[in-house]
Structure formats: structure tokens, C-alpha cells
């Protein structure tokens, strides 16, 4: 019987003394991550030149357009005097736009964001002179 009796009293003694040594790697796997983590740092900045270039690859994909710029609108009469009676889409009466605007010379000489109207234009913007951003929503009010 007393065999018996040592047999579990060792089976518990390893189990105390593999807990220690347990506590004991742990730290012991901190400082060899602490290393490699100071080695690893310089390979991040050679891997970002890489992303670099793939981010450059990323806009080679062709856009699709919104179906609502290029939904086909009807101008206004004042409007249609510019840039045509056919219904467009959106971004092209802004090109036929700035196509009128700069073939007339209207674009302010000094300050390029304004647009000096002309009889025409006066009749869309509802103004003498327009700012580019503000084109674009004096545009709408003259498409359906």
C-alpha cells in the first residue's frame, strides 16, 4: 500500500513544478518577440513601396458611370439656346457649357471660378455673374 501512496504524491508534483516552469517561458517568449519585432520593422517599410504600387494599379479599372448622370434630360427653351434642343445627360450639357463659355471668352480674366453671363447665360443663371460651383445647380432648375 505505500507504493500506492507515492504513486499520486508524484503524479502532483510534476503538476506544481510544470506550472513555474510555464510562468518561466513566458517571459522567456516575450524577449524573443521583442527581438524579431525590432527586425521586423524595417521589412514593413521595404513591404509598403509594394502596396504602393499595387494602390497605383487600382484606379487602372474603369469606373461605370451612374445611371442617373447619365440619364438623358430635356433642356429648357432658355437653356436649349446654348446647348442644344436633343436631350442630354447631365455631364454633357455642363461640357457643351464650359464649351459656349470659353469659345465666348466668359470666364472672368482675373478671378477664373467666376462666369461673366452673357445675354444667354443671363437667362439660365438669373444673374450677371455665377460662380462655376454654383452653375452646376442654376443648370438643374433648366433640365427635366
Aim: hydrophobic share 50%; charged share 30%.
Amino acid at each position: 500500500m505505500a507504493t500506492a501512496k507515492k504513486a499520486p504524491a508524484k503524479k502532483a508534483a510534476p503538476a506544481k513544478k510544470a506550472a513555474p516552469a510555464k510562468k518561466a517561458a513566458a517571459p522567456a517568449k516575450k524577449v524573443a518577440a521583442k527581438a524579431p519585432a525590432k527586425k521586423a520593422a524595417p521589412a514593413k517599410k521595404a513591404a509598403a513601396p509594394a502596396k504602393k504600387a499595387v494602390a497605383k494599379k487600382a484606379p487602372a479599372k474603369k469606373r461605370t458611370p451612374n445611371a442617373a448622370f447619365m440619364k438623358a434630360l430635356t433642356p429648357s427653351g432658355a437653356l436649349a439656346a446654348v446647348v442644344g434642343a436633343t436631350a442630354l445627360p447631365r455631364t454633357e450639357v455642363v461640357s457643351k457649357l464650359w464649351a459656349y463659355i470659353k469659345k465666348n471668352g466668359l470666364q472672368d480674366k482675373i478671378n477664373k471660378r467666376m462666369i461673366n453671363a452673357d445675354a444667354k447665360l443671363k437667362e439660365i443663371f438669373g444673374k450677371a455673374q455665377v460662380s462655376m460651383f454654383e452653375m452646376a445647380g442654376l443648370i438643374g432648375k433648366h433640365l427635366k
